[in-house]
């Protein structure tokens, strides 16, 4: 299996386009279990202002086939920030770019992010969506 992140030196990318989320296959196909990763230093830009917004960001999913490796995500999320973008965007952005890379029987994205004006705002995704009616 060769990574191109991990027990590697490399550039960060600049946008998340750029970025390559990488993964290896999940040796516990046969049972549910759930992994957690939690960003406490994640920045992006107000598509208005162009000041950064910081967020705290947890993503938690159930995987099937393939797993995410972390130094990848790293670099994955570090590319938001050059990105402008409203919040619910980038939330929901990563919850597709993760869905794509690893195809997860489930998976929660949440970002909470710091206030602005006095109103702290947090979004959460999901997929698939049990709540749409």
Not at 32 to 47: H, K, M, R, V
Not at 83 to 100: A, H, P, Q, R, Y
Not at 112 to 131: M, S, W, Y
Request: with cysteine.
């Amino acid at each position: 299996m060769e990574f191109q992140h991990l027990g590697k030196s490399v550039n960060h990318p600049q946008t998340p386009k750029e970025a390559t989320l990488e993964t290896f296959e999940n040796q516990y196909q046969n049972r549910n279990y759930l992994i957690q990763f939690d960003s406490e230093d994640f920045t992006s830009l107000c598509p208005v202002t162009g000041q950064p917004d910081f967020a705290e960001i947890s993503i938690q999913y159930i995987p099937d086939q393939r797993c995410v490796e972390t130094k990848s995500l790293k670099y994955y999320l570090h590319s938001y920030r050059n990105f402008s973008g409203f919040n619910e965007k980038i939330i929901n952005t990563i919850l597709d770019d993760l869905v794509e890379a690893c195809q997860p029987r489930w998976i929660q994205v949440k970002g909470k992010f710091a206030a602005r004006g006095g109103i702290t705002l947090t979004t959460t995704v999901e997929h698939p969506d049990t709540n749409i009616k």
